[in-house]
């Protein structure tokens, strides 16, 4: 009923940059909180950033000043541009939305996106 699609990973050089896209798509009313999470090997999956219907922003230390995530209403997406990336950024991020469908707020996950950060 609800798809949720990631893009824009890839290999990046230490430093580089790259932004990240989700679109989700189906029965959705209304979409609420989007954001992002990333799990490295061996590690456990990691909140990086959200941000509300509104706007509001939350960043996770790991990528304060380093990320942007921004939204867009209308088209169900959201976006995480990330700059001066750094080998330990390595990691597959998910994109998480949370949406009303059919009367109920559910929380819908993306398959995830690959990100390696190494020269």
């Known amino acids: 009923q609800v798809q949720v699609v990631e893009s824009g990973g890839g290999l990046v050089q230490p430093g580089g940059s790259l932004r990240l896209s989700c679109a989700a798509s189906?029965?959705?009313?209304?979409?609420?909180?989007m954001g992002w999470y990333r799990q490295a090997p061996g590690k456990q999956r990691e909140l990086v950033a959200t941000?509300?219907?509104?706007?509001?922003?939350t960043y996770a230390n790991i990528v304060k000043g380093r990320g942007t995530i921004s939204r867009d209403n209308a088209k169900n997406t959201v976006d995480l541009d990330m700059n001066s990336l750094k080998p330990e950024d390595t990691a597959v991020y998910y994109c998480?939305?949370?949406?009303?469908?059919?009367?109920?707020?559910?929380?819908?996950w993306g398959q995830g996106t690959q990100v390696t950060v190494s020269s």
């Open positions: 941000i509300t219907r509104g706007g509001e922003t």
């Open positions: 998480y939305v949370v949406a009303g469908v059919n009367l109920r707020r559910n929380d819908y």
């Open positions: 189906g029965s959705i009313f209304i979409t609420y909180d």
